[in-house]
């Protein structure tokens, strides 16, 4: 008889595992001053069983790498406290190709929807820096070069449009979730 | 979304000075902001709230990562505009249906024979009553004691549990049971006067109008006619059951006469095709995906335009979630729902 408690581990095994392997490659080769890989990918794990927990994840993959990224780099300032934005050369599309191809994620549920009408809801540039931050995976310096705009601007519109969203949210009666 | 506190301003100097700094968390911090940051936080707790807050609900936007790979790689910092149409329209199937399936299982029986009276089969152009009823999940029922029944749509069950049994009454349509070890404590499911009791075993059980039909997926259980209903000396003649064997009851005789068969485990998958099971593939074709969903409920879906069958997904759905499905075409895969008849769903790719 199927155990509906064991969805969370078999999700686990089936839909993020498989990328285990690609992501460890991608890391070592993106981060080669990354020493402990395995403890990046560990804090990723935990990451996406925490957010799971409370709710679907569409792309399992593309949340791999972004999260990974982001842990990435943070460890990388960590490790030389002065952030210099030019230890990064990365290219804003490098992430895009290595999330391998057009996938179809049965995975679909109302809190994605919140999430998406958040964003929508924002006006034009925070709507802009949202997408590309969130759904794009892209860094704040990213976002700058891609829109055309300063790296200041960018900065400010992620405070702007997270309190629009919060607002977005209370209005909309979004005010709990499972808490993590 | 973390909890939002009643009084909250976006315009407040603590959530515009908390969303400050969480950009300029994400974008990491220098010497001097981490000192700042540090002494911010330490000078009030609403402080650490609504950073704390923004922090949260930062992290759960990152479920959004990747999905523009439904649609294009190419970056497209207005993905979410093209969409937004789609998105936001008004899909009242789906509300209905949202609807349905958060009520308990009575509530939805009393609707089914609301519907059957009241619903005929349609196909002059008036208005169609979807058979919604039938989109409800299968009900798991997990009982007190460790046993599991899941219940098919538009089933009955009625449990009695005592100290001396633990008695299980199936009054219309079938469902199958998982039951934890007790040998002080007989499982008996009673259906139509038909006793099946089992110690620590795995069987279903279905009630057609003149028919028990019972079927071991594991252990032993003992099919007779009940003493409740016949009397002692009628509920003599034990029928013990295997795995693979299939006990089949008529009710038209004055006591119920079991007579027991063997089946082949490809009819055991037949007969259970109505349980929950997850539909779990890399990659399949959306055609092969329908079918499996048609196999498992009584609710057909169909395409409309033939090529539509042939585009790839990956799923991990569970069998019954019919609702589900049919809502992730319509928001996620451009189609339109549409009720023909009132057991059959109609997708169309959405203009």
Redesign the interface.
Known sequence: MPQRETEQSSWFVDEVLPHEAGLRRWIKSRFSAIRDVDDLIQETYSRILKIHESGPIPNPQAFLFVVSRNLAINKLRRMSLEYSPETESLDPLVLADEMAGPFESAVHQEEIDQLVAAIQSLPDRCRQVMTLKKIYGLTQKEVAAKMGVSENTVEAQIGIGMRKCTAFFKQRGYKTRKSR | ????PSD?D?DSPI??AA??W???L??????EE?DRYTEWLAQDAAHREAIG??L??????????????????????????S??AR??KPRSLVQNIALFSAMPIAAVIALMFYFDVSAPEDTSGLKIQPALELLARIE?RALEDGS?I?INRESVVRTEYSDSERRVYLTKGEA?F?VAKDPDRPFIVNVAGVDVQAVGT?FSVKLSADEVDVIVTEGIVNVKPSALSFGAEQANTDSYLEIGQRARVSLRSEVPVVEVTSIESGEIDVAHLW????L?YDEIQLGDLIGEFNRSNPIQIALVDPSLAE????????SDNVE??V??ME???GMEAEWRGSREIVLREAN
């Open positions: 979304m973390t909890n939002i909250y976006e959530e515009i969303s400050e969480l950009a300029r994400d974008r990491g911090l220098t010497a981490q807050r923004y949260d609900d930062w992290d759960d936007f990152d479920r959004l990562a990747g999905i523009h790979l439904k649609h294009h790689a190419r970056i497209d910092p207005d993905l979410l505009v969409e937004s998105v936001s798991e599991v899941e199958s998982d795995m349980r929950p099971r997850l779990d585009v790839s997904l990956s799923s991990s759905f569970w589900g499905f809502r992730l928001s996620s895969f």
